[in-house]
């Protein structure tokens, strides 16, 4: 008999295997090593009145109990055009959801719940996807023909999601090189989901319907870092409009990833593009090291065709069994099935992510297919096991197992056991084959859990209730001119300017860069102290105080005028700010006084430098020269900030 699998040694003589790095460790030669390739889909909310195919209003958005009705579905896949189901909807049917929506009757209508047919597309929805195309260098479609996209994971009640291309073929520069874009695509969005507890999973309709876009790139970047500038320029792109919607939600975007050998594999709803570089290295190592577990059970299992586990119901009390968590099942009226892994012997504890290992993938998928709540199993390679040692000896006596095999055993009600059985089946199955397409839902460390089958075009086809729209070429070129400048064309005006480079994703992000030209062009400001003004200064207001719907950043553009119209020096501007973010109906002056501004002639302010020179080369507080000027500015600062420029009396005290 061999001697039983160390974890914790197995899992960290398995990580060494794979060659896993952290990040910050890793350079090209890592990625080229790996064969690392990503893709893109991002999604923007955008900034219209009303909803993509209804008349109810975009942009309100309900709390988790302002509802006024629920509605109760349950879904079921449906034949695709070439008479074949989708694998994501075969697999969401079988968790048997039971899909509960909460209506508020102010978002929503007969439309959302899949009671009346569409209404025709939102023009102006449309006219901003064609200029977002358009800046993207996307080439306009003919003909706009709205198909169907199916869901059953009961995101949309209707099963699908309509959605149209509007331009293919695209590119955004990137610091590397171009990165090609395959399209951009009109589309609705879905229910935010409240809860999801079992077999019932409960959404929001008021996002559902709001208009979005869909930016899709080809898998051209080579490292994970590049996959966040691609993303976040798109963001800025989108942003740069002034058309898309803002703030927690408004924008996603789903990371595609797959090493050599390995396959796509899609990081679903990242709402933080930060997240995004340790989500990319650690889903491509996951891909290596599944990769490395199919190569070891290949050396062991010499026909995986005929690979099958065997599995036996754990009986508490016959078996004797003593360990407090069984015993806890057993009270709450739960099943546990044990089950024999052939030829998995230190698979189960196989490092796949920080933190995580092969057993990680089956308890996923045990709770999202077969709806058992995690903690949901244990294994025969726990580092630390529910199960005492005693018992699993019990239990492997009742599977009768070989060397070289792993077991487990999972837990939960009666009904979910023949599908969680079948779930842990089919995954060992994957074992074999390497890496199974899935999408993946991120978490907040870098790493991600199964989330479900990776959709396949099969869940394609046309929607018979919306006839094609011609785009023709006139309406196009009406658009065309209210495209902005493309979003490195500002980035390169900003470092011609002299712009701190730590102030772009800031201006960026919330598309300050029209309101800074103007400030620029328009009152004569200096580029780098408005920029470090917008980029530094409000943004560590804003990450400070609390501020009203009434401010916006226009009002800082009125700041820069009365300061520059009251012929005030600008630094003042900087004290201001803080009030007017909070308090932004606060007229200027009274800002003055709130901050205690006096006005007081540039002559005396100077006049005073002579005799405070005198005053501390009186009192000989230090033999430093240096520190001379820095006292007298500090004496003087208060009465000449607005009145003079600091950084000319600074040099009138050093040299007069």
């Known amino acids: 008999m061999k001697q039983p699998i160390d974890p914790i040694a197995n899992?960290?003589?398995?990580?060494?295997?794979?060659?896993?790095?952290?990040r910050a460790r890793a350079d090209q030669a890592t990625y080229d090593a790996l064969g690392f390739m990503s893709g893109l889909e991002v999604h923007q909310q955008l900034l219209t009145g009303q909803k993509l195919f209804c008349r109810c209003p975009a942009g309100i958005y309900q709390g988790p109990d302002d509802y006024d009705a629920e509605i109760i579905r349950h879904m079921r896949p449906t034949l695709s055009e070439l008479g074949e189901y989708d694998g994501t909807a075969l697999m969401e049917f079988k968790t048997r959801k039971q899909i509960v929506y909460r209506i508020k009757s102010r978002t929503a209508c007969t439309y959302e719940v899949d009671d009346t047919p569409p209404f025709p597309l939102n023009r102006?929805?449309?006219?901003?996807?064609?200029?977002?195309?358009?800046?993207?260098?996307?080439?306009?479609?003919?003909?706009?023909?709205?198909?169907?996209?199916?869901?059953?994971?009961?995101?949309?009640?209707?099963?699908?999601q309509?959605?149209?291309?509007?331009?293919?073929?695209?590119?955004?520069?990137?610091?590397?090189?171009?990165?090609?874009?395959?399209?951009?695509?009109?589309?609705?969005?879905?229910?935010?989901?409240?809860?999801?507890?079992?077999?019932?999973?409960?959404?929001?309709?008021?996002?559902?319907?709001?208009?979005?876009?869909?930016?899709?790139?080809?898998p051209d970047m080579k490292n994970p870092d590049e996959v966040r500038e691609a993303c976040d320029y798109i963001r800025f792109l989108n942003r740069s409009t002034g058309k898309v919607r803002t703030g927690i939600g408004a924008g996603r975007q789903d990371v595609n990833v797959s090493c050599r050998g390995g396959t796509r594999v899609e990081i679903k709803g990242v709402s933080h593009t930060a997240w995004i570089p340790e989500l990319t290295h650690n889903e491509c190592f996951r891909q290596w090291a599944l990769l490395e577990i199919r190569r070891e059970l290949l050396a062991r299992v010499p026909d995986p065709a005929a690979w099958k586990p065997s599995s036996v119901r754990v009986r508490v009390l016959t078996w004797g069994?003593?360990?407090?968590?069984?015993?806890?099942?057993?009270?709450?009226?739960?099943?546990?099935?044990?089950?024999?892994?052939?030829?998995?012997?230190?698979?189960?504890?196989?490092?796949?992510?920080?933190?995580?290992c092969f057993a990680d993938e089956l308890a996923g998928r045990l709770k999202v297919i077969a709806c058992l709540e995690r903690p949901n199993m244990d294994h025969s390679e726990a580092a630390v096991p529910a199960i005492s040692a005693g018992d699993w000896a019990r239990i492997k006596q009742e599977l009768t197992p070989s060397d070289g095999d792993a077991q487990l055993v999972f837990w939960g009600p009666e009904e979910d056991i023949k599908t969680a059985l079948e779930t842990v089946e089919e995954r060992c199955r994957m074992a074999f084959a390497?890496?199974?397409?899935?999408?993946?839902?991120?978490?907040?460390?870098?790493?991600?859990?199964?989330?479900?089958?990776?959709?396949?075009?099969?869940?394609?086809?046309?929607?018979?209730?919306?006839?094609?729209?011609?785009?023709?070429?006139?309406?196009?070129?009406?658009?065309?001119?209210?495209?902005?400048?493309?979003?490195?064309?500002?980035?390169?005006?900003?470092?011609?300017?002299?712009?701190?480079?730590?102030?772009?994703?800031?201006?960026?992000?919330?598309?300050?860069?029209?309101?800074?030209?103007?400030?620029?062009s328009e009152l004569g400001f200096g580029p780098v102290f408005v920029g470090t003004v917008f980029g530094q200064t409000l943004k560590h207001i804003e990450g400070h105080h609390q501020t009203t719907p009434d401010f916006t950043y226009n009002k800082v553009y009125g700041l820069f005028k009365y300061?520059?119209?009251?012929?005030?020096?600008?630094?003042?501007?900087?004290?201001?700010?803080?009030?007017?973010?909070?308090?932004?109906?606060?007229?200027?002056?009274?800002?003055?006084?709130?901050?205690?501004?006096?006005?007081?002639?540039?002559d005396e302010i100077l006049s005073k430098v002579p005799f405070l020179k005198e005053k501390i080369r009186s009192t000989r507080v230090s033999t430093d020269p240096s520190i001379e000027p820095h006292w007298i500015m500090g004496q003087l600062r208060t009465s000449a900030l607005g009145n003079i420029g600091l950084t000319g009396l600074s040099k009138t005290i050093e040299h007069g």
């Open 162 to 218: 309509r959605t149209a291309i509007i331009g293919v073929e695209g590119e955004i520069p990137l610091k590397r090189g171009p990165v090609r874009l395959i399209q951009l695509s009109l589309e609705e969005d879905s229910c935010r989901e409240v809860s999801d507890i079992g077999h019932v999973r409960t959404y929001r309709t008021d996002r559902l319907g709001m208009p979005l876009i869909e930016t899709v790139t080809y």
């Open 563 to 602: 300061v520059k119209e009251q012929g005030l020096a600008p630094e003042i501007i900087r004290a201001m700010l803080p009030v007017l973010y909070q308090h932004p109906k606060m007229d200027f002056e009274s800002i003055l006084t709130s901050i205690n501004f006096k006005r007081v002639a540039e």
């Open 321 to 356: 069994l003593r360990s407090p968590a069984l015993r806890a099942l057993r009270e709450r009226g739960q099943i546990m099935v044990a089950v024999n892994l052939p030829g998995f012997a230190g698979a189960l504890s196989h490092f796949t992510q920080p933190g995580q």
């Open 124 to 160: 102006q929805a449309l006219d901003i996807a064609i200029e977002i195309a358009l800046l993207s260098r996307l080439k306009i479609v003919g003909e706009v023909h709205i198909t169907r996209k199916q869901y059953l994971d009961g995101s949309i009640p209707t099963g699908f």
């Open 434 to 520: 390497g890496v199974p397409n899935e999408t993946r839902q991120p978490l907040a460390d870098g790493t991600t859990v199964f989330e479900r089958v990776l959709p396949g075009a099969d869940r394609m086809y046309p929607d018979t209730d919306s006839k094609p729209i011609p785009l023709e070429d006139a309406h196009i070129e009406r658009i065309r001119p209210s495209v902005p400048t493309e979003v490195s064309a500002r980035y390169q005006q900003m470092k011609t300017w002299g712009v701190p480079e730590n102030c772009y994703a800031y201006i960026f992000t919330r598309n300050l860069f029209p309101v800074i030209e103007r400030v620029v």
């Open 11 to 22: 899992y960290e003589a398995t990580r060494r295997a794979v060659g896993y790095v952290p």
